[in-house]
């Protein structure tokens, strides 16, 4: 990670993890690949009908037992087609910005965050 990067107003790790997605009522798995204090990067497969901009996250901390509860707004998204099947998928690899947290929680993300940035520097 390059924490001299201009396009980041928050250091960012990189992360083996996973991330639930809330929609309609439900909790859908996504994979987690990168994590800062104002944002993530999440991959799982597209589904228009229950494509949103705004989303509800369940976010598993790497390594740790604790869960973040956050929403979040999607800034980005990358789409790919999947093969297979008789109607086209899509890929999808969306980056999302943290739009809410609660206190404890936000605490929680900016200690994780900086502690993981601490111990894979040394």
Not at 11 to 33: M, N, W, Y
Not at 34 to 63: C, M, Y
Not at 66 to 80: G, K, M, N, Q
Not at 81 to 102: E, Q
Request: a positive charge; glycine letters at 6%.
């Amino acid at each position: 990670m390059n924490l001299l990067d201009i396009r980041r107003r928050a250091p960012r790790i990189f992360v083996d993890g996973f991330c639930g997605v809330v929609t309609k009522h439900e909790l859908q798995p996504a994979t987690l690949s990168n994590l800062s204090t104002l944002g993530l990067r999440l991959e799982r497969p597209f589904d228009p009908d229950t494509a949103s901009r705004v989303v509800q996250l369940e976010i598993e901390l790497p390594g740790v037992d604790e869960i973040v509860w956050a929403s979040a707004e999607v800034t980005h998204a990358y789409l790919t087609p999947m093969k297979g099947g008789a109607k086209p998928r899509f890929w999808c690899k969306a980056g999302l910005a943290i739009a809410s947290l609660c206190g404890r929680e936000r605490r929680l993300l900016n200690d994780y965050v900086f502690e993981t940035l601490r111990t894979r520097r040394c």
